[in-house]
């Protein structure tokens, strides 16, 4: 079946570190991939996205590119700020109207001054 | 942007009493919204699809009886958890399709339901 794997959290940084979260799918056909970010309190909110393969998607920083030989889609950023912690999802989606979203767990990202 | 609005964020009931989950989509209308549940270190996991005027969709082992999902009107999807038990204590979100980039969805900010 459909799913999606990210890495296990909390990830806990100092500001300004370089950012890796993994993510992987499974999946037949082509699906878009997201990144959808959680701040405390707040809903989820869409971080990047890409719909076809070697698509970069990029966004406050953030960036991931949709891999199809090694089925990932791994969010990345240069340089984390405090306000980059919150709970990032990894996410799949077939290219028709008013289909749900696949996710994965939910990454914690800890980032600290 | 769109905006989902969920209600309560957080809440504790006893067992055996049921909880209303209201999900308001405020500045669009959206006829299909989808419940979510997730437990703690899992995903988030698809329960039903609501569709405005007409009965859920729910997804396979989620009880229809014990979910009770209500999508009256082209606003409002409500989420009713029934004889609730200390088992349904988890995190629900609702979410609803942009009909302009049909493959995205703008999320509620979900609910923390704890059942003692």
């Known amino acids: 079946g459909n799913s999606v794997t990210q890495m296990e959290g909390p990830v806990t940084l100092s500001e300004e570190a370089f950012l890796t979260i993994n993510c992987t799918y499974t999946?037949?056909?082509?699906?878009?991939l997201f990144w959808y970010v959680q701040y405390p309190g707040e809903g989820l909110q869409l971080l990047l996205k890409?719909?076809?393969?070697?698509d970069k998607g990029s966004n406050k920083g953030f960036e991931a590119t949709y891999r199809k030989e090694t089925t990932s889609f791994h969010l990345e950023k240069g340089s984390v700020q405090v306000s980059d912690s919150a709970v990032y999802f990894c996410?799949?989606?077939?290219?028709?109207?008013?289909?749900?979203?696949?996710f994965g767990k939910g990454t914690t990202l800890s980032v600290s001054s | 942007g769109a905006v989902v609005s969920q209600h309560p964020s957080r809440v504790i009931c006893k067992s055996g009493t049921s909880v209303k989950i209201e999900c308001r989509s405020l500045d669009f209308q959206a006829t299909t919204m989808f419940w979510y549940r997730q437990f703690p270190k899992q995903s988030l996991m698809l329960m039903a699809t609501?569709?405005?005027?007409?009965?859920?969709?729910?997804e396979q082992g989620v009880e229809k009886d014990k979910f009770l999902i209500n999508h009256a009107s082209l606003t409002l999807s409500t989420l009713t958890v029934t004889s609730a038990h200390p088992e349904d204590s988890s995190f629900y979100i609702c979410?609803?399709?942009?009909?302009?980039?049909?493959?995205?969805?703008?999320f509620g900010q979900g609910t923390r339901l704890t059942v003692v």
């Open positions: 996410a799949l989606n077939w290219n028709q109207a008013g289909t749900a979203l696949i």
């Open positions: 890409a719909t076809k393969a070697d």
């Open positions: 979410s609803a399709p942009d009909r302009v980039v049909n493959t995205e969805a703008f």
């Open positions: 609501s569709n405005e005027g007409s009965k859920a969709t729910y």
């Open positions: 999946a037949t056909g082509y699906p878009s």
